[in-house]
């Protein structure tokens, strides 16, 4: 493994947390980010004990404005240098834009927009200098069709898909890659804020990272995990976009009230 410290946003638990055993496995220092700080104590220490790497814990609110420059300073003060970077932080809520909470909707972007573009801006200009580097984006298979009933979180996937494409165009001859990992429903945590949507056959995290892992040792832009959820997201381009948006609204189920 080339990089010698990753950084992980959302490392406290799913996908961020099995991205930071995954890479403390194979000897990766890591910087845990996430707005637990008992749960990315505990973590650090299991990771430093287990493998005998270095770890550091920085506790941010990505939803915060300028909350990705703190974080950047944090690590500025640690004096380390972040060779990978992971922006798996991210939340989603169902049901329809008009009666969810706004403050909610807001929150999604600063977290899953806002943050990710700054986090990105600040260590991939570190990287593009040295050049060489790695950054994961979490987009996911929300990104290949507009989502009634979780219309922002949607919205949000979609961008991170065009951002991390766009940059993997702009930085692979800089010996930057980057690739935008996109995971149908997946076993997490994340139900616990968005409320359930009656997704079946749900991925592990663990699959979710094998992917992405593959993917980027492979210099893809974008990944998308398991064959069924590849399907769903490439089927959108024989039909009629009015048609999608009605299929896919039909599959979100608010909890009721």
Known sequence: MKYKTALITGASSGI??????????????????????????????????????????????????????????????????????????????????????????????????????DMSYLFATDMAARGKGAIINLASVAAFQPLPKMAVYGATKAFVLSFSEALWGELKNKGVKVLAICPGPTATKFFDVSGEFGAKNLRTSEQVVDTAMKALSKGKSYAIDGFGNYILANITRFFPREWIIKVAGSQVKPPKK
């Open 16 to 117: 961020g947390e099995v991205f930071a055993t995954r890479l403390a496995e194979r000897g990766v220092n890591l910087i845990l980010v996430a707005r637990s700080q008992k749960k990315l104590e505990e973590l650090a220490k299991q990771y430093h004990e287990k493998y005998g790497i270095e770890t550091y814990v920085i506790v941010s609110d990505l939803s915060k404005e300028n909350a990705a420059k703190e974080v950047k300073s944090s690590v500025d003060e640690l004096n380390l240098q972040v060779d990978m970077l992971i922006n798996n932080a991210g939340f989603g809520q169902v049901g329809e834009f008009i009666e969810n909470d706004p403050d909610m909707a807001h929150g999604q972007v600063m977290v899953n927009i806002s943050a990710l573009v």
